[in-house]
C-alpha cells in the first residue's frame, strides 16, 4: 500500500465513543487504528461538562497527540479524525474535527468523504451572508445545520443531510449527545461497535478490536443514529438507494483485519488473488506482492497457482512521507526509499508481482525495474483491481483523468511502459465475484465509477475530482 507515491489515496478515518471515562485516550488509539486513512493531520474534541474542547494538528496522530495532551481532554464522549487533504487543501485549519460555538450551544464535526455539490452549496451560503472559516467543504454542513429553521436539533440535521450530496459518512458531537450519519449510497464504510455501556463508531472495525470493543452492525445509507444518555436511537434522513460502497475500501484502503461492511479484508483481497490466478496465469518461480496491501492477494494468487509465495519486497516504515516532494523524479526516488526489493529471494527468478492498482504508472515501473536490478530475470505484473480510467469525486484522490495511465493507453502499452514481461488486470466481473458482496444488484452494491465513469450519483455542476497531486 503505497498510497502516497502511487497518487491514490485516502481521504479520512474517523471515530466517536459515547460513554466512557476514558473517551479521549480510546479515541486516540482508535485514530491510531486508522492511521492509514489520512496522515496529513488528527484532531480529538471532547465533550466535557457541558462544554466541548479539542485539540488538533497537522501530521500523524503520535505527532499531533504529545504526552499531557490527551489528559487535558476530559469528559465520557469524544470524536476524532484523520486527514488525507483532498478537497479544501491541507492546511491547519481544515483539520479536524473542526469545532462550532454559537449562542445554542457548541458541536464539533468529523467527515470522511468528499461532497459533490459543496461549492453550488457555498456558493449559496455566503450569498445569504455566511463566512467560512476553512476551504473544507465539511463546513458547508454545519452551516446548514446552523441556517435550518426545524424545532429540533435533529430535525435540522437531517434537513441539512438531505441537502448535501455525494459521499459522507459524518461524527457530530455536541454536550448532549454523539450523532452518526452516512449517505444514502454508503460510499464509506462506517459501523457502530459497544465497549461495556459505551458505543462506539468507526470507520473500520479494525480500531474496535484495539480497544477491545465489539462490532454490533453497520451505520445503513441514510441512516441518521443519536447516541445519548438514553442509548441508540435511528432515524433516516433519506430514502434506501442502491449502495454503492467504495470497491476501493476493498481492495486497497481499509486494514486486511477490518470487516467492511461485514466483509474480512483480507479474506476478499486473498480471493482476488485466486481469481487472477485463474484469469491471468503466468509461468514463473515465484509470487511476490507489493507491501501491504497486495501481501493478502499475493498469497491467493500463489495458493490457486501453486507458485510459491516470496517475501520479494520489503517495505521501509521509517522513511518520510513523500507525497511532500513535489517533483516527478523525487517521487521516483520515494519509491526507492519506500520500497527494497530483496535480492536472495528475487535473483535468477521468473517473478509475479502482484500489486492492488496502477494510476500513474510510476510506481509500477519502479517496482518492476527495482526487481529487474536486483536480478530477477523476468517480472509478471497482476493487478487486483480493473484499469482506473476515471477520476473519483467521492474522496478518493486518485489524479485527474490526464494523469491517470489506463485512461489513454491500451494494457500493451502500459506493460511496455512500465517494462514488465507481461501485465494483466482482474476483470470487473472477477473482481465482484471475488469480494462476494451477498448484494444481488450488478455491481453487487459497490461504486465501480473510476472503473466505468458511471457515477452513482448526480455530480453538481461544480463537482471536483478529489484532486490534491503533489
Ligand atoms: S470512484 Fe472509485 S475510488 Fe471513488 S468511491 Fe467509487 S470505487 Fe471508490
Not at 487533504?85 to 469545532?99: D, F, I, K, M, R
Not at 450569498?127 to 430535525?155: K, M, Y
Not at 506482492?289 to 501453486?306: F, K, N
Request: charged share 20%; with cysteine.
Amino acid at each position: 500500500m503505497l498510497a502516497e507515491i502511487k497518487g491514490l489515496n485516502e481521504e479520512c478515518g474517523i471515530f466517536g465513543i459515547w460513554g466512557h471515562e476514558d473517551a479521549a485516550r480510546l479515541t486516540y488509539y482508535g485514530l491510531h487504528s486508522l492511521q492509514h486513512r489520512g496522515q496529513e493531520g488528527a484532531g480529538i474534541v471532547a465533550a466535557h461538562n457541558g462544554s466541548l474542547s479539542g485539540h488538533k494538528g497537522l501530521g500523524l496522530v503520535t505527532d499531533v497527540f504529545q504526552s499531557g495532551t490527551l489528559d487535558a481532554l476530559k469528559g465520557a464522549a469524544a470524536i476524532g479524525h484523520v486527514r488525507y487533504s483532498t478537497a479544501g487543501g491541507g492546511g491547519y485549519e481544515n483539520v479536524q474535527p473542526l469545532l462550532f460555538r454559537s449562542q445554542t450551544g457548541a458541536m464539533a464535526l468529523a467527515h470522511n468523504g468528499n461532497l459533490t455539490n459543496a461549492i453550488e452549496l457555498k456558493l449559496a451560503l455566503e450569498g445569504q451572508g455566511s463566512i467560512f472559516q476553512t476551504t473544507s467543504d465539511t463546513e458547508v454542513f454545519a452551516h446548514l445545520i446552523r441556517r435550518s429553521q426545524a424545532p429540533t436539533f435533529v430535525e435540522q440535521m437531517k434537513e441539512a443531510l438531505s441537502q448535501i450530496e455525494g459521499a459522507f459518512a459524518f461524527l457530530l458531537l455536541t454536550e448532549k449527545a454523539l450523532y452518526a450519519a452516512l449517505d444514502p449510497h454508503g460510499f464509506r464504510p462506517l459501523s457502530l461497535g459497544r465497549l461495556g455501556s459505551a458505543y462506539v463508531v468507526a470507520s473500520e472495525t479494525c480500531a474496535f478490536d484495539v480497544i477491545g470493543a465489539t462490532y454490533e452492525r453497520e451505520v445503513a445509507p441514510g441512516e441518521l443514529l443519536i447516541i445519548s444518555r438514553e442509548g441508540v436511537r435511528s432515524e433516516r434522513f433519506a430514502s434506501r438507494q442502491p449502495r454503492s460502497i467504495c470497491s476501493m475500501e476493498y481492495i486497497y484502503f481499509a486494514r486486511p483485519d477490518s470487516h467492511v461492511d461485514g466483509i474480512n479484508v483480507h479474506t476478499a483481497r486473498k480471493n482476488l488473488g485466486k481469481r487472477l490466478a485463474l484469469e491471468a496465469p503466468a509461468d514463473a518461480d515465484i509470487v511476490t506482492g507489493v507491501p501491504d496491501s497486495s501481501i493478502s492477494v499475493a498469497i491467493g494468487y500463489a495458493e490457486a497457482s501453486g507458485i510459491p509465495y516470496e517475501l520479494g519486497l520489503i517495505k521501509n516504515r521509517y522513511v518520510g512521507r513523500t507525497f511532500i516532494q513535489p517533483s516527478q523524479a523525487l517521487r521516483e526516488q520515494g519509491v526507492k526509499m519506500k520500497l527494497s526489493p530483496v535480492r536472495g529471494v528475487v535473483a535468477g527468478k521468473r517473478v509475479v508481482m502482484v500489486d492492488d492498482s496502477i494510476v500513474r504508472g510510476t510506481t509500477s515501473r519502479r517496482i518492476v525495474s527495482m526487481l529487474r536490478e536486483a536480478g530477477a530475470v523476468e517480472v509478471h505484473v497482476r493487478i487486483s483491481a480493473p484499469p482506473i480510467t476515471h477520476p473519483c469525486f467521492y474522496g478518493i484522490d486518485t489524479s485527474s483523468k490526464e494523469e491517470l495511465i489506463a485512461a489513454n493507453r491500451t494494457v500493451e502499452e502500459i506493460r511496455r511502459l512500465i517494462g514488465a514481461d507481461s501485465l494483466a488486470f482482474i476483470s470487473q466481473e472477477g473482481m465482484l465475484e471475488a469480494i462476494g458482496r451477498p448484494d444481488v444488484s450488478p455491481q453487487r452494491g459497490q461504486c465501480l465509477a473510476c472503473f466505468t465513469g458511471q457515477y452513482p450519483t448526480r455530480l453538481g455542476q461544480a463537482a471536483r475530482p478529489c484532486l490534491t497531486m503533489k
